[in-house]
């Protein structure tokens, strides 16, 4: 009985974390998708957890297992949130399976760099959203025209470097090679001074 009562509570979260996305993101302002997909996964969380202790059909569990169910819903929900949303909001590699898909199923491999640059750039307004989410995220702050790293942008920026140099794949397949590039992508910058702020 506990089993079949689980998967019904787990059900009806999961019924309620689809239903309360998607009013958000039809009827409601996002400002940032996993952001808000975060919300929306705590929100349903909460709705459940309050019919799972109200409830007398779920009277069988103890306080313990009600906890537990609580804290995988969240998990679940956290998991659900980068998953899908997040990373079709974000991803490279979903564009290029849709461009494939747009251009009647092919492209010249020769060709995609462009697209790429331009008009993934430009179609998924990639530099827009990306610096949304890094202002609403307090990593970075805009004056007078210049982007600048908070504090918290530079201890992000510092944890991110270290781990991409230490911890990512030494030798990662691209494009028929195995190689580090990716563990330093920097190495070959060269900087220009032109897009510098001054203040710098």
Known sequence: MKWAKALL?????????????????????????????????MLAVAVVSILLFALRVFAIFSVFEKVQLIAIWALVGYALSISVPTVLDRSLSFYILEKLQQRGGGIREDALPKIVSGEF????????????????????????????????????????????????????????????????????????????????
């Open 9 to 41: 509570a787990s059900f009806l979260f999961l019924s309620a974390l689809v239903m309360i996305y998607i009013v958000h993101v039809r009827y409601g302002h996002v400002d940032v998708v996993f952001y808000a997909a975060i919300e929306d996964a």
């Open 121 to 200: 750039m430009r179609e998924y307004r990639v530099v827009d959203a990306r610096l949304t989410e890094q202002i609403e995220s307090g990593t970075i702050t805009i004056d007078h025209g210049c982007v600048m790293l908070t504090d918290k942008g530079r201890r992000i920026a510092t944890f991110s470097n270290y781990f991409r140099r230490n911890f990512l794949p030494k030798q990662r397949l691209l494009m028929g090679r195995y190689s580090d590039d990716l563990t330093d992508p920097f190495r070959r910058s060269v900087e220009n001074p032109d897009y510098l702020c001054s203040q710098n």
